[in-house]
């Protein structure tokens, strides 16, 4: 299935809330205030709702379809500085997969609160990488939950990605520390450091984030370049201050949202990208290596509308 199939129907939920149509359906008929509430309850956020509604509307007495119309709205949120990587028109299939993810430098730091699903998004990072010939490496730096040193070096043994662990309940930023001086020594194109989950409202943990990312630089100055935070789109606004938390801790660079296909929260997107201003590297829907792909404002607003190009 290519990869915009899986996107819309992981994003069945979201679009079944926004269209007011059962899963699977594309057709629908909507004014603009049961839009506005719709985009509340895909957890779009009221401001953005209504700013969205008032530039479809606006689109629309121009003459363009409804679904141009939202397309475009929809599109200005989920771009707002107007960058496209391509010009695009409504109906294009987009292959993003074809599109390399740049990463800043050599280490990458993923955090994220308990249950965000790092670990996994790690292992399917370093697949991705190595895709592009990459040579990568893992720091197994969640030394707290039981057993994620262990399925870190799993998949590791997998992929081929050598895998520098620590001791269970040993210091993070040690297995940070002799990570970073290895792939620096090893001359490894690609580190991605795993943490702990931790609650973003307690602050001692926040702390030793802090002391991990500095340990870093320590090891391999100017590093990490990159700190991607995991997401889970089911958490909604919740998420939002996730983000605005970790940001303020460790300097978020990025963004990487999983179990889209497990929500109808989806619209978690908009205020991410508007509000907070944080680059969406990448969107997760489903279990698959290949279910991780780059994020795409044009094929995720494509997926999520799913509608007939005469739908008005």
């Known amino acids: 299935?290519?990869?915009?199939?899986?996107?819309?129907?992981?994003?069945?939920?979201t679009r079944s809330i926004l269209t007011g149509a059962p899963a699977g359906a594309s057709a629908w008929e909507m004014d603009w205030e049961d839009l506005e509430f719709a985009l509340i309850g895909a957890d779009v956020g009221a401001r953005i709702a209504a700013e969205v509604v008032k530039h479809a509307r606006a689109e629309r007495e121009r003459g363009t379809t409804f679904r141009e119309a939202l397309q475009k709205a929809l599109l200005d949120q989920l771009e707002p500085d107007k960058t496209r990587q391509t010009l695009r028109r409504v109906g294009f299939t987009l292959d993003v997969t074809r599109r390399q993810v740049e990463v800043k430098g050599k280490v990458v730091m993923v955090v994220g609160v308990n249950g965000a699903g790092k670990t996994t998004t790690i292992a399917k990072l370093g697949e991705y990488y190595q895709g592009y010939g990459k040579t990568v490496m893992f720091a197994a730096g969640d030394t707290f939950r039981a057993a994620a040193t262990e399925q870190l070096q799993v998949w590791g043994e997998r992929l081929g990605i050598p895998t520098i662990t620590g001791p269970e309940g040993g210091d993070p930023g040690s297995v940070a520390f002799d990570a970073a001086g290895s792939r620096k020594a090893r001359g490894i194109d690609l580190l991605f450091v795993d943490t702990a989950g931790r609650l973003h409202t307690r602050?001692?943990?926040?702390?030793?984030?802090?002391?991990?990312?500095?340990?870093?630089?320590?090891?391999?100055?100017?590093?990490?370049?990159?700190?991607?935070?995991?997401?889970?789109?089911?958490?909604?606004q919740n998420g939002l201050e996730q983000a605005r938390k970790f940001h303020e801790a460790v300097g978020v660079t990025g963004v990487v949202v999983t179990k889209l296909d497990g929500t109808a929260k989806g619209g978690i997107l908009l205020p991410i990208a508007r509000e907070l201003g944080l680059p969406i590297k990448f969107i997760g829907v489903g279990e698959k290596s290949s279910d991780l792909q780059p994020y795409d404002a044009a094929a995720f607003v494509e997926a999520l509308l799913d509608m007939p190009a005469e739908a008005a």
Do not use: C
């Open 1 to 13: 299935m290519a990869w915009l199939d899986r996107l819309k129907q992981g994003l069945s939920r």
């Open 203 to 236: 602050h001692n943990l926040m702390e030793e984030l802090k002391k991990v990312k500095r340990v870093i630089g320590k090891a391999d100055e100017g590093e990490p370049a990159e700190v991607w935070l995991v997401l889970d789109a089911v958490t909604g």
